[in-house]
């Protein structure tokens, strides 16, 4: 590809991704002027498999391997926003699939951990958010239900996966003003959940 080849295809990717954060995202609810930023920054293409890049911004999951997928943009905004990160958090992920959506955490947060079962799906994650300079995140190969003891407690928890319920050590991890998104139930009936903690006690709301 040539150069001037090379800047067509930069500008049009760059035109796919406005487009993306103005229709399916603020026109769909997205309020968190530092979520659509981050969306708008982060190279969506660079973490979808060469045959699917023409589809990177499209509204739907991509298959990324290993039978996992990248999530629904609008999914990962719902997601993001809900946590309400200023900044200053300590993240955890739990899986880390592409690294899109880790990448994005790195850009809104302080610190990011992020877990992931398969080996190679972590090591190009790492490889892709190294070449971003994403300095602030570390891949971690292994079972995300049972967190990250030793960087708890986190400010928030970002779970990729549904699971029947709210693993308890995850909730244990989550700080006592964090915030926790998780889809939770069957595959055929999964709701997306916030939860945060009153009194110690978690307190859950559908999103």
Do not use: C, W
């Not at 999530?71 to 955890?92: C, H, K, R, T, Y």
């Not at 880790?102 to 398969?118: G, I, Q």
């Amino acid at each position: 590809m040539s150069g001037s080849d090379a800047a067509l295809e930069t500008a049009h990717l760059a035109s796919e991704r406005r487009q993306m954060v103005e229709s399916q995202l603020q026109r769909r609810g997205i309020r968190d002027q530092r979520v659509l930023e981050a969306m708008l920054q982060i190279p969506r293409h660079l973490f979808v498999p060469e045959e699917y890049k023409s589809q990177a911004y499209g509204d739907h999951p991509i298959p990324i391997g290993e039978n996992q997928t990248i999530s629904q943009p609008f999914i990962i905004a719902v997601s993001i926003q809900a946590l309400a990160l200023s900044g200053s958090e300590s993240v955890l992920e739990v899986g880390t699939g592409s690294g899109y959506q880790a990448a994005l955490l790195a850009v809104l947060a302080h610190a990011v951990y992020s877990v992931e079962r398969f080996a190679t799906l972590a090591r190009r994650a790492e490889k892709i958010l190294a070449g971003l300079d994403l300095n602030n995140v570390r891949v971690i190969v292994g079972d995300g239900s049972h967190g990250l003891r030793e960087f708890a407690p986190f400010d928030a928890i970002l779970v990729s996966a549904a699971a029947p319920s709210v693993p308890p050590s995850l909730l244990e991890q989550l700080s006592d003003i964090g915030r926790m998104v998780i889809p939770v139930g069957p595959p055929h009936a999964q709701e997306l959940q916030l939860v945060r903690k009153q009194n110690g006690n978690p307190v859950f709301e559908v999103l």
